[in-house]
């Protein structure tokens, strides 16, 4: 398979996610990409309506790839194989839209969210773009079914990882791993990356500066909180009276990545390199202080 084709991955469908382990865990960290999978089942292909790389353009492409040091520094590493488009592991399991499915869905459903009603929600109608995904509506068991077999092995694996990381350090600090991509209201002024904390109430302040002073150092454009201030793993996980902490990091695709063709740029290695710095940085830091 050459890992630089922008096309659909089409080999046979993983297990829902990839979970790298360091040989044995050197702080109480833990990284997470829940977008950036691209393995695109064909009965979703043949249910689609858009091309190969349209169906993409929700992807959190090679998200993974700019983290992948993090074993190897001691910490481990949790990527998604299943596409956001496809399931989205960033929201709520059962936000669903039913102007998509070919019959009621079950009163439990959380039909009425922000997210629903842009087109995002669990099961996306549109891709980030706002193409519509299907050609017709699709069955209720298709959303249990990819809620059963994605989402739900997803988040097991990460809260079976935050339960093990708060054990061994008494704290647990979750970066999770986002990429964004222009963003027209920010013109010249994009940043570069921007790190969510819901607001302050996501993770602790000395945290988050600590993140936040080390891409300033290496020349990074950073803001907090605009336009993305973490979705359904911040604020659902981060619990800092609880000792564990969730991060948002959403880097500029821009930065690493041609978002047309889906291909990435030769300036992804130093990218990488710098993520890699950082990671070996975070590593390195007394981290007692988010303990309850």
């Known amino acids: 398979m050459d890992l630089h084709a922008p096309s659909i991955t089409e080999t046979p469908q993983p297990g829902p996610f990839l979970l790298l382990r360091p040989d044995y865990q050197r702080a109480p960290l833990v990284f997470a990409s829940p977008h950036s999978g691209r393995h695109y089942p064909p009965a979703f292909l043949a249910e689609s309506r858009l091309d190969a790389l349209a169906v993409r353009r929700s992807e ?38 039913p102007t998509m499915f070919d019959g009621p869905l079950p009163a439990w459903v959380n039909s009425a969210s922000p997210r629903v009603g842009a087109g995002l929600g669990t099961i996306a109608r549109v891709v980030a773009s706002g193409e519509p995904v299907y050609r017709r509506r699709i069955p209720f068991r298709e959303a249990e079914e990819r809620v059963q077999g994605c989402w739900q092995p997803y988040h097991a694996a990460l809260g079976a990882l935050i339960a093990e990381t708060k054990a061994e350090f008494g704290c ?62 911040t ?19 821009a930065l690493y990545m041609n978002e047309t063709t889906i291909e990435r740029l030769p300036a992804m290695s130093r990218l990488r390199d710098d993520f890699t710095a950082l990671i070996a940085t975070l590593m390195a830091l007394d981290w007692e202080f988010l303990r309850s």
């Open 60 to 97: 959190d492409s090679f998200v993974e790839e700019l983290y992948s040091a993090a074993p190897a520094l001691g910490a481990p590493l949790l990527a998604a194989t299943f596409p956001r488009v496809f399931c989205d592991a960033n929201r709520e399991p059962w936000e669903l839209d």
């Open 172 to 233: 647990c600090l979750v970066i999770d791993c986002h990429s964004m991509p222009a963003h027209p209201a920010h013109g010249v002024n994009a940043p570069d990356m921007v790190l969510g904390d819901a607001h302050g109430t996501s993770c602790a302040p000395r945290a988050v500066r600590r993140v936040e002073e080390q891409l300033w150092a290496m020349g990074y454009r950073v803001r907090r909180n605009d336009p993305y201030a973490g979705g359904y793993v």
């Open 235 to 253: 604020r659902h996980y981060g619990r800092p009276r609880d000792a564990v902490h969730v991060l948002q990091i959403e880097t500029a695709r």
